[in-house]
């Protein structure tokens, strides 16, 4: 197998976790790769026009021409160190997340957190008159939403879970999200507002979805469904094969009936030179199910 089947492979057979990380990965390289072509080509267009046919954008005229953008921004990112922190910090919190809740809650929850960011992110953009200049401008990529409502939401559900931390020890991850939540989202406001104003959203999510677990309420559950769907639609359908029996005539009954016979009477006169050891299995199948019709 080659290293794409391989890959293929590992991706159908992955779980939601390692699918989410393969996703981003993939978009990633895409994207390296038409900037690649776009400076050897000298043609800037080629990368830029794609990242801003996925990135979710602030203006609500511009949405509502690229609707799809609320969810195809969650997976795209500029920038190595910009994937890089944010596919760490998904791995480790996704599979403390995936020890309490299963990975359909995880994708659901990526999902939500990416909304929940896009939606605080448009409309913060649309209510506040500090973005009036730049509403028409500003757009938005990235999976830090999707991460953070992760975060949140593990360290809101298990807030005393302990990892072990290089030169720190033992660490409560309650204060690890709050770390990860003061650095990303409040210091230094005024730089990448929009992108920490998404990173808030996706906070305030994680948590509502924590909270209303721990109350036996599943916020991602119509998600779950939808995604549920999606698979169904691209798994392979099993080929039926419809056969249709041509109805027997008189003349083809009469010849079945007429082998029939010719077959027991071979059988009945083997019997007669030989004995009915002489029969073979099949021979003696033959002539015990003729004997079960005539009693």
Not at 265 to 290: A, C, H, P, W
């Amino acid at each position: 197998m080659n290293i794409v089947g391989e890959m293929k492979e590992q991706f159908r057979k992955g779980t939601n976790l390692l699918k989410l990380i393969y996703i981003n990965a993939a978009v990633f390289l895409v994207i390296a790769v038409l900037q690649i072509i776009a400076v050897l080509s000298n043609s800037p267009a080629i990368s830029s026009s794609v990242i801003e046919f996925l990135a979710v954008p602030a203006s609500s005229p511009e949405l509502i021409k690229k609707p799809w953008t609320i969810i195809t921004y969650m997976f795209l990112h500029q920038g190595f160190f910009h994937i890089l922190f944010n596919m760490l910090w998904l791995y480790w919190f996704g599979r403390i997340f995936s020890d309490y809740f299963d990975q359909k809650k995880l994708a659901s929850l990526y999902i939500l957190g990416g909304l929940s960011g896009a939606l605080l992110y448009i409309l913060s953009f649309n209510i506040f008159p500090a973005f009036a200049d730049v509403i028409h401008l500003s757009i938005a990529l990235g999976a830090s939403a999707s991460v953070m409502a992760i975060v949140v939401a593990t360290a809101t559900f298990v807030p005393d879970y302990s990892v072990y931390l290089f030169l720190l020890g033992k660490v409560k991850i309650k204060y690890i999200a709050i770390g990860i939540f003061l650095l990303t989202s409040v210091f230094d406001f005024s730089v990448n507002t929009g992108g920490k104003i998404a990173h808030i959203g996706g906070a305030i999510m994680g948590y509502v979805y924590a909270t209303r677990y721990r109350q036996g309420k599943d916020t991602g559950k119509w998600i779950n469904r939808i995604l549920d769907n999606i698979v169904t639609w691209f798994k392979p359908r099993k080929n039926m094969k419809v056969s249709y029996k041509k109805p027997m005539t008189d003349y083809d009954y009469n010849k079945m009936r007429a082998d029939h016979q010719e077959q027991i009477n071979k059988i009945l006169e083997k019997i007669s030179k030989g004995g009915y050891d002489s029969l073979t299995k099949k021979e003696k199948e033959i002539l015990f199910k003729e004997s079960q019709k005539k009693n």
